[in-house]
Nanobody, 125 residues
């Protein structure tokens, strides 16, 4: 059974930084992808960033490009978030997908098999 546990959320002022972590246990990932999604109240879950295990390629939503950086070390994934804005406030979820994303956008939530419980990020103005 795969477990994903996020940490690092909190309250920060606009312009500040946070670093989210996602610890994965239960299996070693060598294919597929891992990513971060976020969901604000009353809105759909939104893709933020992801990477593919096999190639190391990273992907970002336009809204976070240049401000967020996704990285990984062993079975822990990170999301460094800089220059935070109030509109970045959301519950952030990490996700892992074991299947090949060929032909599918990496931003598609239903291609991910495993999800964490989420961590709240609140950015005050």
């Amino acid at each position: 059974q795969v477990q994903l546990v996020e940490s690092g959320g909190g309250l920060v002022q606009a312009g500040g930084s946070l670093r989210l972590s996602c610890a994965a246990s239960g299996r070693t990932f060598s294919s597929g992808a891992m990513g971060w999604f976020r969901q604000a109240p009353g809105k759909e879950r939104q893709f933020a960033a992801a990477f593919k295990w096999r190639t190391g390629d990273t992907y970002y939503a336009d809204s976070v490009k240049g401000r967020f950086t996704i990285s990984n070390a062993k079975n822990t994934m990170y999301l460094q978030m800089n220059s935070l804005k109030p509109e970045d406030s959301a519950v952030y979820y990490c996700a892992a997908g074991s299947s090949d994303f060929t032909g599918y956008p990496i931003s598609m939530p239903n291609r991910y098999d495993y999800w964490g419980q989420g961590t709240q990020v609140t950015v005050s103005s």
